[in-house]
């Protein structure tokens, strides 16, 4: 299939087209990273933006159960919601281990859903390496509510935040004295802190929970302009709360539509991507051109010993990369390579460079 007919193919809602799309943007060939740019340039821009959100919990915490309850909730709402459920790595085989989508078995049987695990593989934030397309393909499909699961809770789940609307953290109940385990980086993130869990003999605790986080929360700055962070208890298990966290979600949507900032935020989102990709295509660019990879060996060598500071390592690389780049363009041989070159890489650490 071609990538017009492919990108016309998600567009009308083919779920195997867009199965097919996702697993060419995860692709780390360069021939398919060619096809997967083509693709994304052919897809149209979602008449409606969806409801991008977040999802982060330590696990156990029922983050599969809750996906589901609140997608069944949506469903019943009209909704078409896409879960990007970003699994740990096997370590065997480097692929997603693909346990969230067989924990989610009523939601996954439902039409208007589509559950997509992708392997976490050795990227840091909590989220796939192709998180961002993922949600661009899944928009264009007609798809308004899209979850991005986790893998789990740390500061590095910025990067999660950087891409959708609404932050939704998921805690367990516990005591005051767990409160001060969980790192402020996340809970400055958080729009929505959901209690879950709160059934049987533990809604005492998860009540508890709601009130400290409520106090916690009202000292921490809020992630959202003109939204003030609510705590909720639910229980994925029984169904209870559920309705209530659809409703803040919704909410929070409004109050960033009115006030401007769900058409900032997305603005900002892009140029973030933009920056992410250009210093991951450079590094790429590094590991494949073959000429370039004797003088990296020789500069991690010097580093390794200490006879050379990274930073001026790197800053040398660079200056021969560029270099060689230039004298490799036709008729552009004799032109001056821009960055001094250095013919004595191993030179002390300082060498009278400036940063």
């Known amino acids: 299939m071609g990538t017009v007919s492919l990108a016309g193919a998600i567009e009308a809602g083919d779920r195997r087209a867009l199965?097919?799309?996702?697993?060419l943007i995860e692709s780390s060939r360069n021939d398919h990273r060619e096809r997967a740019a083509r693709l994304l340039s052919a897809l149209p821009a979602p008449r409606v933006p969806a409801l991008r959100v977040a999802l982060s919990g330590a696990p156990g915490v029922g983050k599969s159960t809750f996906i589901e309850a609140l997608g069944l909730q949506a469903i019943g709402r009209g909704r078409r919601i896409a879960v990007l459920s970003v699994d740990p790595s096997s370590r065997l085989s480097g692929g997603s281990i693909l346990g969230d989508k067989t924990r989610m078995e009523a939601l996954s049987r439902k039409p208007e859903a589509y559950i997509r695990p992708s392997p976490a593989g050795t990227t840091l934030g909590g989220v796939a390496r192709r998180t961002r397309e993922a949600i661009l393909l899944c928009e264009a499909a007609g798809f308004d509510l899209?979850?991005?699961e986790t893998v789990?809770?740390?500061q590095s789940e910025v990067r999660a935040a950087e891409m959708t609307d609404v932050f939704l953290l998921l805690l367990l109940p516990f005591g005051g004295d767990e409160l001060q385990g969980i790192k402020r980086g996340i809970m400055e993130l958080?729009?929505?802190v959901v209690v879950n869990k709160a059934d049987g003999g533990q809604r005492p605790a998860a009540l508890r929970t709601v009130a400290e986080y409520r106090n916690a929360l009202r000292l921490l700055r809020p992630h959202t302009p003109g939204w003030c962070p609510v705590v909720e208890a639910c229980s994925a298990l029984t169904g209870e709360g559920i309705e209530s966290v659809w409703g803040h979600l919704l909410a929070h949507r409004r109050v960033v539509e009115i006030g401007g900032e769900l058409e900032?935020?997305?603005r900002g989102q892009s140029v973030s991507w933009l920056w992410e990709e250009l210093s991951e295509q450079l590094m790429a660019w590094l590991d494949q051109e073959a000429g370039i990879r004797v003088p990296v060996g020789e500069y991690e060598a010097l580093v390794a010993e200490?006879?050379?500071a990274p930073p001026v390592a790197a800053r040398r690389i660079l200056s021969e990369v560029l270099a060689r780049a230039v004298r490799s363009v036709p008729g552009r041989e004799g032109e001056a390579p821009g960055p001094a070159l250095?013919?004595?890489?191993a030179r002390a650490p300082g060498g009278g460079e400036t940063s």
């Open 342 to 345: 250095h013919s004595d890489p």
């Open 306 to 308: 200490g006879r050379l």
């Open 19 to 23: 199965a097919k799309g996702i697993t």
């Open 152 to 154: 789990g809770v740390g």
């Open 190 to 192: 958080a729009d929505i």
């Open 146 to 148: 899209i979850i991005v």
């Open 264 to 266: 900032q935020r997305r």
